[in-house]
T-cell receptor
Framework: SQQGEEDPQALSIQEGENATMNCSYK?????LQWYRQNSGRGLVHLIL?????REKHSGRLRVTLDTSKKSSSLLITASRAADTASYFC????????????FGKGTKLSVKP | SQTIHQWPATLVQPVGSPLSLECTVE??????LYWYRQAAGRGLQLLFY??????ISSEVPQNLSASRPQDRQFILSSKKLLLSDSGFYLC????????????FGSGTQLSVL
């Protein structure tokens, strides 16, 4: 399976702390994307990092990509209770339009 | 601005009954359209995608089918539901020609009893 894997599966932190989630994938990618899903809702795109990029920032989000290790990390700084959600990485292998492979997600709980 | 509508939000169906889930996109033309399924606590599994009217690619052989009768309409169907068809179904779109970010609908929670 080409499916990526997030680590940890679940993460519980206090408001104000940083949250780090990791993602591994199996073959060469064009880009890697992170999505957020509130319980019972659709996914929302957060950030995309291309294979030739090593780090990207968007507000309180920081994403890194290490293509030699086939891994990515998502850091949420100064977390808030509203950040409570599941976070998914999605690996884009290029080629046909269907080649976006999602991991199983990290369930983040931020306690006030 | 572009919006995606997916309905119904919740559906409870008996085993053996038919299924029809509809998804429409507004504010864009020629989108790629996708159906995903998410089992409880799991990642997303791509079921079907379409790059144009009448063009359907199936990623996983199963009890489901998809159709795209209009440019911005994508329908997921089944003639006879199985218990294993239960799950959270998500429609999504992105721009044709680009393997870029997906925009998701709000999902349909299907329970087959």
């Amino acid at each position: 399976s080409q499916q990526g894997e997030e680590d940890p599966q679940a993460l519980s932190i206090q408001e104000g702390e940083n949250a780090t989630m990791n993602c591994s994938y199996k073959t060469s990618i064009n880009n890697l994307q992170w999505y957020r899903q509130n319980s019972g809702r659709g996914l929302v795109h957060l950030i995309l990092i291309r294979s030739n990029e090593r780090e990207k920032h968007s507000g309180r989000l920081r994403v890194t990509l290490d293509t030699s290790k086939k891994s990515s990390s998502l850091l949420i700084t100064a977390s808030r209770a509203a950040d409570t959600a599941s976070y998914f990485c999605a690996s884009n292998y290029g080629g046909s339009q269907g080649n976006l492979i999602f991991g199983k997600g990290t369930k983040l709980s931020v306690k006030p | 601005s572009q919006t995606i509508h997916q309905w119904p939000a919740t559906l409870v169906q008996p085993v053996g009954s038919p299924l029809s889930l509809e998804c429409t996109v507004e504010g864009t033309s020629n989108p790629n359209l996708y159906w995903y399924r998410q089992a409880a606590g799991r990642g997303l599994q791509l079921l079907f995608y379409s790059v144009g009217i009448g063009q359907i690619s199936s990623e996983v052989p199963q009890n489901l089918s998809a159709s795209r009768p209009q440019d911005r309409q994508f329908i997921l169907s089944s003639k006879k539901l199985l218990l294993s068809d239960s799950g959270f179904y998500l429609c999504a779109w992105n721009l044709r020609g680009l393997s870029e970010k997906l925009f998701f609908g709000s999902g349909t929670q299907l329970s087959v009893l």
